[in-house]
């Protein structure tokens, strides 16, 4: 099992094997990216699955991105899972080492979902390269709280819950 260590060199474990790590990532991110695509043909009617990859790719490459074409595509598909990644690790870290959780895996996921678009929203998205955009009015910050609660938050509250109920010593 993944290792972290705290500054008294005491073992912190992520609390799951990597084979459950990597495919719970690729699987949150996958069914974050359908939720973006969906959204995005509703209110456009196109395909939006290069627009949205590319925008994906601007938080790094800046607007070259927009007409990087299939490289840009194919950062932006790297930098996506990356963070889908990320988030599936720390949020199984944070589940598997706090005594601050619901015991109910829905709950968990709501605050996973919320959490996810706290620190995007606030955090990763102003730190990054992707232009300026306006204040989120509250129908899209409801819509995209939506989309991160069932395809990032409730999935890894879930898979962790039943890891956890075959593993109750970890």
């Given at each position: 099992m993944p290792k972290l260590f705290n500054q008294y060199g005491i073992p912190i474990t992520i609390g799951v094997p990597i084979k459950l790590l990597?495919?719970?990532?690729?699987?949150?991110?996958?069914?974050?990216?359908?939720?973006?695509?969906?959204?995005?043909?509703?209110?456009?009617?196109?395909?939006?699955?290069?627009s949205i990859l590319t925008y994906i790719a601007s938080g790094l490459f800046g607007s070259e991105a927009r007409t990087g074409g299939s490289t840009m595509i194919a950062a932006g598909i790297i930098i996506h899972?990356?963070?889908a990644m990320t988030f599936t690790i720390f949020f199984f870290w944070i589940l598997s080492n706090t005594p601050f959780r619901f015991n109910n895996w829905v709950l968990n996921g709501i605050g996973i979902g919320g959490m996810i678009w706290l620190v995007m929203n606030y955090m990763?998205?102003?730190?990054?390269?992707?232009?300026?955009?306006?204040?989120p009015d509250i129908k899209s910050i409801m819509v995209s709280n939506f989309i991160l609660i069932t395809s990032i938050g409730c999935p890894i509250a879930y898979i962790y819950s039943r890891w956890e109920s075959k593993h109750p010593t970890a």
């Open positions: 990597v495919p719970s990532g690729l699987l949150v991110g996958t069914l974050d990216l359908i939720g973006a695509i969906i959204h995005r043909a509703l209110v456009t009617h196109k395909n939006p699955v290069s899972y990356s963070i990763v998205l102003p730190l990054s390269n992707i232009p300026k955009l306006p204040d």
